[in-house]
C-alpha cells in the first residue's frame, strides 16, 4: 500500500491584543477631558472661578495688604512717594501702650456685651410672642424689620434728633411724664454716652436676633409640645425643656454672628458721638479709625485692626471649642 502523507497544517497566531490601560491608571487626557465627567467637573470649575476671584479680589488682597501696611510706616506721604519704611512691631507697640487702648477695649467689651444681651434677649422674646396666631402678626412681623432695612447713616441722625439734649423728643416725653428733672445729656455725658449708644444698637440689631430665633422656633415640631403637656409641662417648663435644647443650635449661629458683627460696629458710633465725650464711647474699631483717616497714620490704624481681627477670632474659636464640649456632654 502507498503510504499517504498529510501535509502538515499551518497554525496561525493571533496578534497581540493592545495593552489596556492599568488598573486604576487615570484615563487620557483626550478621554478624560471629554467625557461626561470630566464636562461635568469642568462645568463645576466655571461656576467656581468667578467666587474664588471675588474671594482672593476682594477679601484676600485687603487682608494681606492690611497686615503688610501694619509693620509699614505708612502715611500720607507713601502716596506719592511710593516709599514705606520697614518698621516692624513698632506700630503694635504703639497702639497697646498707647492711653486710650486700655478705654477702648472696655468700652469694647462693654458695648459688644450689652448690645448681644440686648437683642438677644428682646429678640428672643418677641420671636416666642410671634409663634401665637392674632390678627395682624404678619404684619408687625414685616414692620418689625424697618430697623434693620433703613440704612445706618439715617438711623444715626434720627437717633440723634431724638437723643437731643434741648430739643429731643426723648427728653421732652420723659419731662411732661415728669421722670426727669432737667434735660439728661444722653449723648454728651460721660456716663449716659456709651448707655445711649448700646440702646441704639440694640434697637438696630433686634430684627435679625428675632428674624433668625423665629426661623429656629417654627422648625420644632408641634407634637413635642403636645407630648410634654401631657406630662405637665407647659409655659416655662416647656420653653426650658422642649424649646430651648431645640433652638440651640440656632442660638450659637446667633450669638457668634452678633458678636463679630457688633464688635467692629463703626458707623454708629460715629453717627451719634464720633467716639465721645471724652472718648466715653471710643472702641477699637472707632480708634482704628480715627488713627488712619483723622491723623492719616494707614500703618498704626492697620494695626489695631489686625488686633480687632485677632480678638473676633480667638472669641469665636473659644466659643465653638465650649458649644462642641457642651454637646459631647
Avoid: C
Avoid at 434735660?183 to 454728651?188: R, V
Avoid at 465725650?277 to 480715627?290: D, E, L, R, V, W
Amino acid at each position: 500500500m502507498a503510504e499517504t502523507r498529510t501535509a502538515p497544517t499551518a497554525t496561525r497566531v493571533a496578534p497581540a491584543a493592545a495593552p489596556g490601560p492599568r488598573p486604576g491608571s487615570p484615563p487620557p487626557a483626550r478621554e478624560r477631558w471629554w467625557s461626561p465627567r470630566g464636562r461635568e467637573r469642568l462645568l463645576q470649575l466655571g461656576f467656581l472661578l468667578p467666587a474664588v476671584a471675588y474671594l482672593l479680589l476682594f477679601f484676600g488682597y485687603p487682608v494681606v495688604q492690611n497686615a503688610t501696611m501694619s509693620f509699614q510706616e505708612y502715611t500720607t506721604s507713601t502716596f506719592y512717594t511710593g516709599e514705606a519704611p520697614w518698621v516692624g512691631l513698632d506700630n503694635y507697640v504703639a497702639v497697646l501702650t498707647s492711653d486710650l487702648f486700655d478705654q477702648a477695649l472696655l468700652n469694647t467689651v462693654l458695648f459688644t456685651v450689652g448690645s448681644i444681651a440686648g437683642q438677644f434677649v428682646i429678640g428672643l422674646a418677641i420671636a416666642v410672642f410671634f409663634q401665637k396666631r392674632f390678627p395682624l402678626s404678619g404684619l408687625l412681623r414685616s414692620l418689625l424689620l424697618l430697623p434693620w432695612l433703613i440704612p445706618l447713616i439715617v438711623s444715626g441722625a434720627v437717633w440723634r434728633w431724638i437723643l437731643d439734649q434741648d430739643n429731643g423728643a426723648l427728653n421732652r416725653f420723659l419731662g411732661d411724664l415728669g421722670l426727669v428733672s432737667g434735660n439728661p445729656g444722653w449723648l454728651t455725658s460721660t456716663s449716659l454716652a456709651l448707655i445711649a449708644v448700646i440702646g441704639v444698637n440694640i434697637w438696630i440689631g433686634i430684627p435679625f436676633n428675632t428674624t433668625i430665633l423665629y426661623g429656629g422656633l417654627q422648625d420644632i415640631p408641634q407634637e413635642l409640645y403636645e407630648a410634654a403637656a401631657v406630662d405637665g409641662a407647659t409655659g416655662w417648663r416647656a420653653f426650658r425643656h422642649v424649646t430651648w435644647p431645640l433652638l440651640r443650635p440656632v442660638v450659637n449661629v446667633v450669638l457668634v454672628l452678633g458678636v463679630v458683627y457688633t464688635i467692629k460696629v463703626l458707623d454708629i458710633i460715629l453717627g451719634l458721638t464720633g467716639g465721645g465725650p471724652a472718648n466715653a464711647t471710643q472702641t477699637i474699631a472707632t480708634q482704628s479709625y480715627h488713627l488712619s483717616f483723622r491723623e492719616f497714620d494707614f500703618g498704626q490704624g492697620a494695626a489695631l485692626g489686625n488686633v480687632l481681627i485677632v480678638i473676633s477670632l480667638v472669641f469665636a474659636l473659644l466659643y465653638l471649642r465650649a458649644n462642641r464640649r457642651a454637646r459631647e456632654v
